[in-house]
């Protein structure tokens, strides 16, 4: 491996903590509403924002939004059973603030 790459992925990781370089992660608030996308595997990471739920759905990654980490970090063992799926339902808009993606974890 060369120094370049290295440094590359010791940055990536001071970042995104914890993750496999080459991952790539998606908005959760760029999936299709209402559709669900089975979850294959879920840990908790830690990134530059602190520690948060990174699903893994087939090929995509995703981190949940940190309000959901605390309610669902006991659960991840569930998750992982690949008998639940991801569900984005829609965003709540606030005034003066960005919105906030609603989603649902739901039996397949």
């Known amino acids: ?3 370049a790459f290295e440094k590359a992925e010791g940055i990536l990781h001071s970042i995104y903590g914890d993750v496999e370089f080459g991952e790539t992660h998606y908005e959760i608030e760029g999936f299709t509403f209402n559709t669900v996308f089975p979850i294959t595997n879920a840990n908790l990471k830690k990134g530059k924002f602190g520690t948060a739920i990174l699903l893994e759905l087939n090929d995509q990654f995703v981190y949940l939004p ?5 309610v669902l970090k006991d659960k991840l063992n569930y998750l992982k059973d690949q008998i639940y799926g991801l569900k984005v339902t829609g ?3 606030y005034a ?3 919105p906030s993606v609603l989603f649902e974890i739901v039996e397949l």
């Open 66 to 70: 940190q309000r959901s980490t605390e």
């Open 96 to 98: 003066n603030l960005s």
């Open 91 to 93: 965003l709540k808009e």
């Open 1 to 3: 491996m060369d120094v």
